[in-house]
């Protein structure tokens, strides 16, 4: 019975295969068919465009004198080619060649651009000597219903028409999904058989070699046949290709369920058993496609877990891994299949990860040895014969690049402890710079440094875990240990950093062709790689505070002032060489001369990095730590330089540096903490606010003397932030003669704020109605805004006095109130006197008919900006005089809730009479009618005080005089007003009648 059962199986499997064979057989044959016809089309278009083109040329060139034939002859020769039947096509054909092969043998048939139709008379003109409007104009084509004289529809030029669901599921799907079909029949016959007791394992073992033999030569077999089983457009089928893949997937299985299954095979054996089957899988992936190819590379990666073992054991790792990656590498490079090359690579560098969990040492030497064959791969064999200007970025081999270095990132953290084995992280980083010194891979020289600042971060500590630090530091980085072996880690990081930044130079100088991408890399290997190696060896050996705290460092500013001095050399060095190089000179060997742009690229450089270097030097010799100042000279520097040399690419470094010093001083305000000094302004707040302030302006004047760029505006904004803090930290300073050791004045802290932003925004506006621009403009309302948030929360309502009942610092008179209500409120009016001129210019300007549409509403912005500063200074301004009025009478402490007397409450009046009077004043003489308006509403204010609140709250001499002052006061007004009505401002009196004057008198 199960017997029966099982040849019932082979039967239904072979009814199952034998009507898609057929289908596929007849799709395939529908498309030959079609593809025939085609190419029969396309031979008779190529015959018709000989004989047309023969025909021209044939009169004019059988003429042994060279004229040209007459009219006559060639419409006689172009009448039969129009009319001739289908049968005397030939012999025309053979009559009018035979002159033509006899007059000019020169000029073979096989010459002609036949396959370009727009190219059909051209090359024929040269041949015959004859102008192109002299010649004859082409004969008309022939009927299409003689084939022998025009080609049928099909004879069109032939394009690839992709192929419709019918036929992919017929050709290609059926295939490929017998192939599946095929293998997993085999495995249920495997499977029943086992259920049934048919087969011993020895036996299934067997049935399954043969099986698999079958189908590797089945596929061999038809792949041989590969030119009778081709077909136009479609190709073999992939029936041998789908037959191996079968009997590999099968061959895998076999040797895997002898070892696993059955225990035929030892764990060495099974071993080298898969590996040869996905070695020899990979192998028959040249002859079948890439799809096997990927089949043998996943089963030889995954045979080590397949086989499984201690994971001490991975010595035998190496060797296998470096046999498959090769035999892979070098089918990818036989068969131009660039994926595999990098699967394979990714599939055995991704192994490293695996391997670190047993011994350290074979998973350093396999990254290693994985890492020079794709060194061998990527950057040698495609690049060493090409020249370095047509190299362009190769995406694919960076990527392969930055895994590699991600997995070294992971092993650096398993390198034991003692003495450090050099030899690992040393022959990575020479390994990344021989990939970076192909133009191509540039940015793996990058990553080179980087694998570097890695290695010298991660270097191991034997001394600490062995129970104490070699030596204890001072200062904030509190007990870190120092790098074991100092020699070698010093000796380690200068020989790698040389060795990148040399290779950047060597580069630099050979930049003809190279993309930008590519220049850039190697410039910031050249230029920026000692700089920051230097920093990260710093942060290894003192800790990561001290750079930023300031602990002096007199080796480390030794150092960079070295290296700034070998930069600087190189600049003068490499101008003088641009220099010779403009003026055509030779080299100084007698050579050609050299590449000026090059030769001014690294010198720019050069000068960049020794600027850069310096002020390092400066921040490790100064015991503030001054990183941001000296990021700042070297944005100053590096603008110079721009300025001077013209190279563009400067002009974005100065960029970002001046992103890097906003979002540092963003991140801490307080760049000098501690004690500044007791000095009146020449303190350390002049170095850490004064410098950046300097550095930054002087960058936008050098940078805008080329182009008033965003880099420009930038740096001029920054350098006003600068400015805004120095003043403000020097005034604090100056008041509380020196920085407060435990507390402070937060209304006095309020008000110099204001101040000293409203002061900001009074120079930008002066500024920017003699140089409009944006950063001016837009500094100024930034700033504005800023003195109306911090007055309107801050001083009308946290720290103002009369709400909180805190005291004021100060004496009755001159106290905490004058910079923080008085003198903002006299800076906010001149701005709105400011603005509200603005305002009327932009109207007078505006009223021509060439007004933009900004102009009204940039006019009434400008008016609404002036109403609320004049809002803020007549704010601020009655604040101060009430407050100045109770601490006169009352000291420090002036909450509103406090008791008033009569002196004070008349001083109020006082005060509302003597500022009416004054805005009155003011604006009669600058002819500000919104000021007068002001000026009005405290008269009015004063006026309802005295009638309201002095009439009943005060008594004797002091209400007299409260009622006397206010109507002198309002009668000097009314006067006032009454001599401007009758003779206004800007008209003339009327003259004097000398006549009535002399009659008046008698």
């Known amino acids: 019975m199960a017997a029966l059962t099982f040849i019932l199986i082979i039967s239904a499997l072979v009814s199952i295969a034998v009507p898609i064979i057929a289908l596929a057989g007849l799709l395939t044959a529908r498309r030959a068919v079609r593809d025939v016809a085609g190419l029969q089309g396309r031979i008779a278009r190529i015959e018709w465009l000989l004989r047309t083109r023969y ?13 040209a034939a007459p009219e006559g002859a060639a419409s006689e020769q172009a009448a039969p080619k129009q009319a001739a039947p289908e049968e005397a096509a030939p012999e025309q054909e053979a009559q ?26 051209e090359p024929f003109d040269d041949v015959t000597g004859q102008d192109k409007q002299a010649a004859p104009p082409p004969p008309p084509p022939a009927p299409p219903a003689s084939p022998a004289s025009a080609p049928p529809a099909a004879a069109e030029p032939p394009s690839r028409q992709e192929a419709s669901l019918e036929e992919r599921l017929g050709t290609r799907w059926a295939v490929w999904i017998g192939a599946l079909a095929l293998g997993l029949g085999g495995a249920f016959l495997v499977r029943f058989s086992i259920e049934q007791g048919l087969l011993g394992p020895a036996a299934r073992i067997g049935l399954a070699t043969a099986f698999t033999l079958a189908l590797l030569i089945g596929g061999e077999i038809l792949r041989r046949r590969g030119d009778a089983l081709a077909l136009p457009g479609i190709g073999p089928g992939h029936v041998p290709a789908a037959l191996t893949a079968a009997g590999a997937a099968s061959a895998f299985a076999t040797v895997y369920a002898a070892f696993a299954l059955y225990g035929f095979l030892a764990p060495g054996s099974a071993f080298l058993l898969l590996g040869a089957v996905g070695l020899a899988t990979m192998l028959a992936a040249a002859l079948h496609g890439q799809l096997l190819a990927a089949m043998g590379l996943i089963g030889a990666f995954a045979v080590p877990i397949l086989t499984g073992g201690e994971s001490g054991q991975t010595w035998p790792l190496v060797p296998y891994f470096f ?53 061998f791969v990527f950057a040698y064999l495609p690049y060493h014969a090409m020249p370095l200007s047509a190299q362009r970025v190769d995406t694919g081999g960076r990527a392969v690049f930055l895994g590699i270095l991600a997995v070294f990132v992971l092993a650096t953290s398993f390198l034991p402890g003692g003495a450090p084995a050099l030899y690992f992280p040393g022959l990575m980083i020479v390994l990344m710079l021989l990939a970076g010194a192909v133009p191509a891979l540039s940015s793996v020289c990058v990553m080179a440094v980087a694998a570097l600042i890695v290695t010298l971060l991660d270097w191991p500590l034997a001394g600490e875990a062995l129970g104490g630090p070699i030596r204890v530091l001072p200062g904030p980085a509190g007990n870190l240990p120092w790098p074991e072996a100092l020699r070698s880690f010093v000796a380690f990081a200068a020989t790698a950093t040389a060795a990148a930044a040399a290779l950047g130079y060597w580069r630099l100088r050979r930049t003809a062709g190279m993309p ?11 230029a920026a790689a000692p700089v920051v190696v230097l920093i990260a060896v710093n942060w290894r050996m003192t ?24 930069y600087a050399a190189l600049a003068t060095r490499h101008h003088g060489r641009a220099a010779h190089s403009r003026d055509g000179h030779t080299a100084h060997d007698g050579a050609a001369p050299h590449d000026a742009p090059a030769m001014m690229l690294i010198c720019s450089l050069s000068a960049v990095a020794a600027l850069g270097n310096l002020a390092l030097a400066l921040t490790f010799w100064l015991d503030r730590g001054m990183l941001t100042v000296a990021l700042a000279l070297t944005g100053a520097g590096t603008a110079f330089v721009a300025h001077r040399t013209g190279i563009g690419m400067l002009r974005y470094a100065v960029g970002a540096l001046a992103v890097l010093v906003g979002l540092r001083l963003l991140w801490d305000p307080g760049i000098v903490s501690g004690d500044p000094g007791r000095t009146i302004f020449f303190n350390w707040l002049l170095w850490g606010y004064g410098v950046p302030a300097a550095s930054f302006l002087a960058a936008a004047h050098w940078l805008s003397r080329d182009a008033r760029d965003a880099t420009a505006r930038l740096s001029e904004a920054l350098g006003i932030v600068f400015a805004v803090l120095l003043v403000f930290f020097q005034l604090r300073h100056a008041l509380y003669g020196g920085m407060p050791p435990v507390g402070f004045d937060a209304l006095l802290d309020a008000g110099l704020a204001v101040l000293t932003v409203l002061c900001a925004a009074l120079i930008l506006l002066r500024i920017d109605s003699g140089r409009p621009d944006p950063v001016t403009r837009i500094g100024a309302r930034i700033f504005g805004l800023i003195a109306l948030f911090i007055s309107g929360t801050g001083l009308v309502f946290i720290v103002n006095p009369l709400i909180i009942d805190a005291p004021v610092a100060g004496g009755r008179f001159i106290n905490a109130l004058l910079p923080a209500y008085l003198l903002p409120a006299l800076v906010a009016g001149t701005i709105a006197v400011l603005l509200r001129r603005g305002a009327r210019a932009k109207a007078a300007a505006d009223t021509g008919p060439e007004q933009g549409a900004r102009g009204p509403g940039a006019r009434r912005l400008m008016e609404l900006q002036a109403l609320a500063m004049a809002v803020l200074a007549f704010l601020l301004q009655a604040i101060w005089s009430i407050a100045a009025i109770r601490m006169a009478f009352q000291g420090p402490r002036i909450g509103l809730f406090r008791a008033t007397g009569e002196a004070e409450l008349w001083a109020y009046s006082a005060m509302l009479l003597i500022v009416g009077i004054s805005a009155l004043a003011f604006g009669l003489w600058r002819n500000l009618p919104w000021l007068r308006l002001i000026a009005a509403a405290y008269l009015a204010l004063a006026a309802a005080k005295v009638f309201f609140v002095d009439l009943s709250g005060l008594g004797g001499p002091i209400r007299a005089a409260s009622f006397i002052a206010l109507g002198l006061v309002l009668m000097g007004v009314g006067l006032l007003y009454q001599r401007l009505l009758r003779h206004p401002r800007g008209v003339a009196p009327p003259p004097r009648d000398r006549d009535a004057d002399a009659v008046d008198g008698g």
Do not use: C
């Open 55 to 67: 025909r021209d040329v044939a009169p004019e060139t059988g003429e042994a004198s060279g004229e």
């Open 96 to 121: 009018e060649e035979g002159p033509q092969k006899a007059d000019t043998p020169e000029e073979p048939a096989s010459e002609q651009p036949l396959h370009e139709e727009a190219a059909e008379a």
């Open 323 to 375: 046999v498959v990656t090769a035999a892979a590498q070098a089918l990818a490079w036989l068969r131009g299949w660039r994926r595999l090359a990098i699967a394979a690579t990714v599939l055995a560098v991704f192994w490293t990860m695996l391997m670190l969990d047993g011994p350290p040492v074979p998973a350093r030497l396999h990254l290693l040895v994985q890492t020079a064959l794709a060194v």
């Open 516 to 526: 930008g991408a590519i220049i850039a890399d190697y410039a910031l290997v050249f």
């Open 543 to 566: 800790g990561a505070i001290n750079l930023m705290t300031g602990v002096a460092e007199p080796a480390f500013a030794v150092a960079a002032a070295l290296l700034a001095s070998a």
